[in-house]
């Protein structure tokens, strides 16, 4: 079975104690991405999968992770937001759009136009 941004998310807010959540949370809280804010009282009694859960569904998996990553730095969890930036996310679907959106196409995937195949419509 495939690892998911979820797992992922999930993963590194496990490694944060119930400090580092609380923090966590109340950073996110705070913090409006994309034009949208999760509410401190959906938040306040969360775990780290309904917190997850609560990024995927208002940011999207791509934006959930790269939301995330920016909140560990804001509260200065340098080292898990590496380690959550590091992962191979390759293997997942999404991280082909993701990497897209922030460089061109990912590494190890081909550009039709690029590589002289001929695309048909």
């Not at 495939?2 to 104690?17: G, M, R």
Request: contains cysteine; charged residues 25%; proline residues 2%.
């Amino acid at each position: 079975m495939e690892t998911t941004a979820k797992d992922h998310i999930i993963e590194t807010l496990d490694d944060l104690d119930d400090n580092g959540l609380k923090r966590f949370k109340d950073k996110l809280g705070e913090t409006a991405f994309q034009g949208l804010k999760i509410s401190k009282g959906k938040l306040q009694n969360a775990g780290s999968v309904d917190v997850a859960t609560l990024l995927i569904s208002t940011y999207t998996k791509t934006h959930a992770v790269e939301n995330t990553i920016a909140v560990l730095k804001a509260i200065k969890e340098v080292g898990l937001a590496e380690e959550l930036q590091k992962k191979d996310w390759s293997r997942g679907k999404w991280w082909s759009s993701f990497w897209s959106a922030l460089r061109g196409p990912a590494p190890g995937s081909v550009d039709p136009e690029s590589s002289g195949c001929a695309v048909h419509s």
